[in-house]
């Protein structure tokens, strides 16, 4: 379970630098690309890296479509704010679903129907007697 840099150098990589996927991403849009009123950023959502560096892929619901930009910044606060909030729900869906411990040891009692054609006895006068009548009673039992 090691990364094949791990394995060649013994070391860890450092891997603080990437980023969060899926999360917001406001980019900067030029001066000439904007009127005199307009924003200067547009949000988007972080798809990816390209294989130049710092340049990220980035997807504009506004416009449908994903381009390459430079210069980003990153809102992963809110990205982790989501994700830990998600958890948080998932958790308690599952104890929802989940059974609890004292409910699987409550014996719930069933509606007993009694067949006419059965009759059962309390007392057995002598072991051998004893399972005769059992097995007299599972034959009858099967029979139905």
């Not at 990816?48 to 619901?61: E, R």
């Not at 998600?86 to 719930?108: F, G, M, Q």
């Amino acid at each position: 379970m090691k990364t094949p840099k791990e394995s060649y150098s013994g070391k860890r990589p450092y891997v603080g630098h990437f980023s969060i996927f899926g999360s917001s991403v406001y980019c900067h849009v030029t001066k000439y690309a904007v009127k005199k009123l307009e924003p200067t950023t547009k949000l988007g959502i972080f798809v990816g890296y390209t294989d130049t560096p710092h340049n990220y892929q980035v997807y504009l619901p506004t416009n449908m479509m994903t381009v390459v930009r430079r210069d980003v910044r990153f809102d992963e606060e809110k990205a982790m704010r989501v994700s830990l909030e998600r958890e948080l729900e998932l958790h308690a869906d599952e104890e929802l679903l989940a059974p609890k411990v004292e409910e699987t040891h409550i014996n719930v009692e069933q509606p007993h129907v009694e067949d006419p054609r059965v009759e059962t006895t309390t007392q057995v006068e002598s072991s051998k007697e004893g399972r005769k009548g059992i097995r007299e009673a599972n034959r009858l039992l099967d029979d139905v």
